[in-house]
T-cell receptor, first 110, second 112 residues
């Protein structure tokens, strides 16, 4: 059971570079989410999707874009990385009652 | 505006004793509450949940209590084991799109 898979697991970017984080789930969930975790801040919602072709802003969407072209995939893009985007990123998918998380992507922007 | 608050960033408990993790929320529209457990270098995993129509839910060593009037929930772990050492996130669901709002987490250390 793969569940929720995030790639890559680690990445170091230079300021101004772009990258895309991929999230894939095999549970046929409609809802998918991208969070970032920072020390003392818990998990903060960046963007989410309630179904294929839909996206919406979460709590901290600035500097990020997302796409949900296929139901099983939710992509998080950073167009021009900034040091403030150094964080651990978690993708999740959910049913009505439970969310399942990927193992996280540790991103460092230097 | 932190709608889900975990005011204790850390907690240490002796093995075999009870661990009590607390969580407060401000949004009365939340209708479902969850606890997640997170080990280092792993994603959070679901632990236990409770609907707003209940005041208690039990699963083995884990019990969640909900006090709606106080907008407070707690997670009890009895007896605590060293393997329970992790960060515990309280979360609340509400609104039309199944969004889940997480607290900041409490790091539990169970001392052998």
């Amino acid at each position: 059971n793969a569940g929720v898979t995030q790639t890559p697991k680690f990445r170091v970017l230079k300021t101004g570079q772009s990258m895309t984080l991929l999230c894939a789930q095999d549970m046929n969930h409609e809802y998918m989410y991208w969070y970032r975790q920072d020390p003392g801040m818990g998990l903060r919602l960046i963007h989410y999707s309630v179904g294929e072709g839909t996206t919406a802003k979460g709590e901290v969407p600035d500097g990020y874009n997302v796409s949900r072209l296929k139901k099983q995939n939710f992509l998080l893009g950073l167009e021009s990385a900034a040091p403030s985007q150094t964080s651990v990123y978690f993708c999740a998918s959910s049913t009505n009652t439970e969310a399942f998380f990927g193992q996280g992507t540790r991103l460092t922007v230097v | 505006d932190q709608q889900v608050k975990q005011n204790s960033p850390s907690l240490s408990v002796q093995e075999g004793r009870i661990s009590i993790l607390n969580c407060d929320y401000t949004n009365s529209m939340f209708d479902y509450f969850l606890w997640y457990k997170k080990y280092p270098a792993e994603g959070p995993t679901f632990l236990i949940s409770i609907s707003s129509i209940k005041d208690k839910n039990e699963d083995g060593r884990f019990t969640v209590f909900l006090n709606k009037s106080a907008k407070h929930l707690s997670l009890h772990i009895v007896p605590s084991q060293p393997g329970d050492s992790a960060v515990y996130f309280c979360a609340a669901r509400g609104g039309g799109y199944q969004k889940v709002t997480f607290g900041t987490g409490t790091k539990l250390q169970v001392i052998p």
